[in-house]
């Protein structure tokens, strides 16, 4: 049976959603639904249509799985709750102080409409959040690191974009080369936030924005550059477009323990992730998440999840058996 997927936002990350489901012969794309003006989309995909995104709910009964694609700093948290309540919905929530909460939100909605929502699914929180598990599970009383980029931060880029005065901005995260060689060393240096990673922000202001104003409310943010030092560079649009037009990022998930009765064997675990297009990548772990979410609901599961809570067959489209003998 091939699974419907319906799009929530069609930017960067709503449109690698619909590059995704083209590699995904059990996916299809249903519908987009958009904020602006319908006709204003062109889409990829033949035959599939755009919709307001008012008209969302009245398609319940044509979507299986319906994949938020919007930021974290205002949408996730309201439209989250709200579309479970239709559908069975995946989102990308990445500010990680508030996931318990966007948690007890969507559980409570999805449990009441009896849909499944899988939160906080992309690369981290995702698929780190997974490594760093594993890694702790494996190596218990060792200590975790996780370093980002250089790259672009999607959610970040996106919370400057809504300060009042900004036009357009991107947001590298940059990790300390000091830290990291620490690290790799296993010798389980204590690090601040602000001593693993530094914060670069390129912003186009509007024509007579207060400057010194969007500095302050950049660098004051709580959740997002409050922590770390932080660079704002104020450009034109043409300067961005010529040099940050590119969505790039990665990182690295390091966890250092030790084994034997005295602990005198040393290990070190290392993930690490090279991306050309971060919204790419993240809405291909948003679409193997949505399999999943369609599987779960149809085995009469509701309520919320996290990535923690999905056994990794239920991402595949490849029967068990086939992959009990190609993988494991």
Request: proline share 5%; net charge negative; aromatic share 8%.
């Amino acid at each position: 049976m091939t699974i419907r997927i319906g799009i929530f936002g069609y930017g960067n990350l709503g449109k690698g959603v619909e590059c995704a489901i083209k590699h995904n012969p059990d996916l299809e794309l249903a519908a987009v639904f958009t904020r602006r003006d319908p006709k204003s989309l062109s889409l990829l995909t033949e035959g599939a249509e755009v919709y307001s995104a008012e008209k969302a709910p009245s398609m319940k009964d044509r979507i299986d799985v319906m994949i938020l694609c919007g930021g974290s700093a205002t949408d996730l948290p309201k439209q989250t709750p709200e579309m479970v309540q239709y559908f069975n919905v995946i989102d990308s929530f990445d500010t990680h102080a508030n996931i318990p909460t966007h948690f007890d939100a969507v559980d409570q909605a999805a449990r009441k409409n009896h849909h499944l929502g899988i939160i906080s699914a992309g690369w981290d929180p995702g698929m780190f959040s997974l490594n760093r598990l594993y890694a702790s599970a494996v190596l218990p009383g060792g200590k975790d690191y996780t370093f980002w980029g250089k790259g672009v931060s999607q959610g970040h880029s996106d919370a400057i974009r809504r300060i009042e005065g900004v036009r357009d901005a991107r947001q590298y995260t940059i990790p300390v080369d000091q830290a990291l060689e620490a690290v790799r060393s296993g010798s389980n240096p204590d690090l601040s936030t602000r001593q693993k990673h530094t914060r670069e922000c390129f912003v186009v202001a509007e024509p007579g924005a207060d400057l010194q104003k969007i500095q302050q409310t950049i660098v004051n943010m709580p959740n997002y550059f409050a922590d770390y030092d932080t660079t704002v560079h104020f450009i034109t649009e043409e300067e961005l477009l010529r040099d940050h037009a590119g969505i790039p990022h990665g990182g690295f998930v390091i966890h250092s323990g030790r084994t034997g009765w005295n602990d005198e064997h040393k290990h070190v675990i290392e993930y690490s992730l090279k991306l050309d297009s971060n919204p790419e990548f993240t809405a291909s772990v948003l679409v193997a998440y949505a399999r999943a979410a369609y599987r779960l609901n149809q085995e009469g599961q509701c309520g919320c999840r996290s990535v923690f809570d999905i056994a990794p067959s239920y991402l595949s489209a490849i029967e068990p058996a086939e992959l009990r003998r190609r993988f494991l």
